[in-house]
């Protein structure tokens, strides 16, 4: 039997005295317990904060089911053009469901049609932490770098997007358009295996693939791999006569005996289609090693010149287009495209000579188009007597629209404040032929008239007129408010400016709308 003093000691031990009474445990080991214990506390009252400060933020299924509701009225105001109603819908929708994604992309999407980018950059990164499923989100914010030139950034929030949700194939076909812009073709073509059942990025994933593909005969390939049924669905109607155009270039250059299909040929029918497809960086990649050598392709010129132009590249866009002129200088398009690019250059003389050379070389079936875009830069760069010289032709050459051309002629008097000479000028036209839009456009200038010559009364008719034609344009709600100010009525006057200031997206009717209620 063992000893009080043999219990528990270890035989190669020292036997030491007993103390009197239990030993103390050392201080620091008394420390790192009650250490470990408010530890556990902690974590224990930081996770129950937590879990009352989530379940706090979870909006209840009533609130759920409300600002889906919300976000559907928003969108239906969006429709009819009345944004500001749209965004307060869109907010009221956040503040019940911050959750939701589409109250942040609806709102974005407004501000960028009025042109105010950095607050629809500010509102989707906002979405971007509170959205329960932020894919939605990171795709707008890729869109919108995008749009700003901004590609690699627009890459990062693409692959988020992806990421955060595979079954986002709108997002993975945008992620491989990022890599094309980016020249990254092969990156691009990785992303194009989407499912047949993604409908409209299924078709867009087949025609890229097949205008990034190097080989003819892989192209018509690629295309003979589409579903001709998902064609003829409404949704991809644009996108179906695109692939057919591409189609006919790909038979078009497959109809050729082997030694006529040189590659600058193929290279050259091919980007055609890919310009048309909206694709010009493949264009300027696949023709650019070809440029300097290739002075008698003008057609080679003039799609480079279009690539170019399409980028925003203006010097280089010149530079090829007018190598294209010279090289045929018998077509109109060379300098139909080169005016544009002139006129994007700022450089109004050689902008309007081009323009009457393309003028006067347009075929009859096709001058009248080019003159009415020679006529929109004229009236838009206030170049308003040749514009109505141009008006004037037209309305002899092209009788069917005669009163449409005459009704330019009357707003552009407007603009130079001829008010008699534009009362003269209207009262010639016949508008009883004249579409819904241009009715409400001969209303809007009949309105315009007779208020700045003093009649208020019938002005105010004239231009009730134009709105029930057209309720979407923000001058007649303008012109009505200023009617309604001069007339002293302000509660008619507030709400039409204010509708204006609404709808209005370059900014221009907006800013006198607002001086106008800063006097009332």
Known sequence: METASQSNVHPSMPVRAMSPGPSPKPASSTRKRLAVIAGVILVITVAAVGIWYYTQRLPSEADVV?????????????????????????????????????SYTGIAAIYILKGRPNDARNVLLSGIEQARQASPVYLALGELYLEEGEVDQALVYFKKAVSSDRSNHEAQYRLAEGYVEAGAFDDARDELDIPEDAGEWHVRAILLDAILEEEIDGAASILDSLDDELLGEDENTEIADTVSMYRNLLDRVLELEEDERSDIYVDTIRSFGALTAGFEDVVIDRLEP?????????????????????????????????LAVSLNPGDYSGPWLLARVYGEMGEDNKMIEQY????????????????????????????????????????????????????????????????????????EIDDSGLSTMLTARYAWSRAVILFRTGDRQEAMEWVESALSADPTQ??????????????????????????????????????EAVKILDRI
């Open 290 to 322: 070809y440029a300097e050598d290739a002075q008698e392709y003008w057609d080679l010129h003039l799609y480079l010149g279009t690539a170019y132009m399409q980028n925003g590249d203006t010097e280089n866009a010149a530079s090829h287009l007018t």
């Open 66 to 102: 409300a600002a889906q509701e919300l976000i559907s009225f928003g969108r239906e105001k969006e429709d009819d053009l009345r944004f500001a109603e749209a965004v307060t819908a869109y907010t009221q929708a956040q503040k019940r469901d911050p959750g939701n994604a589409d």
């Open 356 to 427: 009457e050379r393309a003028v006067a070389l347009a075929p009859e079936e096709d001058r009248v188009t080019v003159r009415r875009e020679y006529v929109d830069v004229l009236m838009e760069n206030g170049q308003y007597a040749k514009a109505d010289e141009q008006l004037l032709l037209l309305v002899s050459s092209d009788e069917d629209r005669a009163a449409v051309y005459s009704l330019l002629r009357v707003e552009g008097l407007l603009e130079k404040e001829k008010y008699e000479d534009a009362q003269a000028l209207i009262d």
């Open 474 to 511: 923000a001058s007649y709600h303008l012109i009505k408010g200023q009617i309604a100010f001069e007339s002293g009525d302000m509660v008619v006057a507030q709400e039409s400016l204010e509708r204006a200031i609404d709808l209005d997206l370059d900014g221009e009717v907006s800013a």
